[in-house]
T-cell receptor, first 114, second 115 residues
């Protein structure tokens, strides 16, 4: 079965520093990978996806993610963190049942300090 | 597009009462998903539909929970009778063949409090 793991419950960075939120995956076949962000009292918001092609995927709000097949990872990155980036981040992989079901990780809370 | 619409945004009810949550997916999307989010259990998939047909309801916690999708533009999640442990935020999400890769789009959620 498809799965993703987010090994960190929380990540803390200072504003202006680069940030990385980690995600590893386990799939049979080619992975379809996604990152979502959830701000307080809001729904999950799609950030970016990897389907095929370039290993570096660019998304909304200056975020990008690097797909690494050999390490089965899909880490979310941003060169310079903002306080407003503080939120809950979810990694997800598309299930291979054919119905576009996503399997989500447990989430990583990002805290950016001023 | 207005995005996924959920109503009500907040619901406070007493134990034993029936609760109905509503969702309007994005026009043209043919898959709809209901999730529940709590601090203790995180994000859980309850049930999902494809072309208005329930595909997998294995995430529905108990027989007290039921969901319907009578047409492509409307779905309901019903809890009868409700219990305090049902208190959570319930999200609806949709996707379709037009979204290459299958990313889902989430509604704002319904925050349910059962007293």
């Amino acid at each position: 079965a498809q799965s993703v793991a987010q090994p960190e419950d929380q990540v803390k960075v200072a504003e202006g520093n680069p940030l990385t939120v980690k995600c590893t995956y386990s799939v049979s076949g080619n992975p379809y990978l996604f990152w979502y962000v959830q701000y307080p009292n809001r729904g999950l918001q799609f950030l970016l996806k990897y389907i095929t092609g370039d290993n570096l995927v660019k998304g909304s709000y200056g975020f990008e993610a690097e797909f690494n097949k050999s390490q089965t990872s899909f880490h979310l990155k941003k060169p310079s963190a903002l306080v407003s980036d503080s939120a809950l981040y979810f990694c997800a992989v598309r299930d291979n049942t054919g119905f576009q079901k996503l399997v989500f990780g447990t989430g990583t809370r990002l805290l950016v300090s001023p | 597009d207005a995005g996924v619409i959920q109503s009500p945004r907040h619901e406070v009810t007493e134990m034993g009462q029936e609760v109905t949550l509503r969702c309007k997916p994005i026009s043209g999307h043919n898959s709809l998903f209901w999730y529940r989010q709590t601090m203790m259990r995180g994000l859980e998939l309850l049930i999902y539909f494809n072309n208005n047909v329930p595909i997998d309801d294995s995430g529905m916690p108990e027989d007290r929970f039921s969901a319907k999708m009578p047409n492509a533009s409307f779905s309901t999640l019903k809890i009868q009778p409700s219990e305090p442990r049902d208190s959570a935020v319930y999200f609806c999400a949709s996707t379709g063949l037009s979204t290459l890769g299958g990313e889902q789009f989430f509604g704002p959620g319904t925050r349910l409090t059962v007293l």
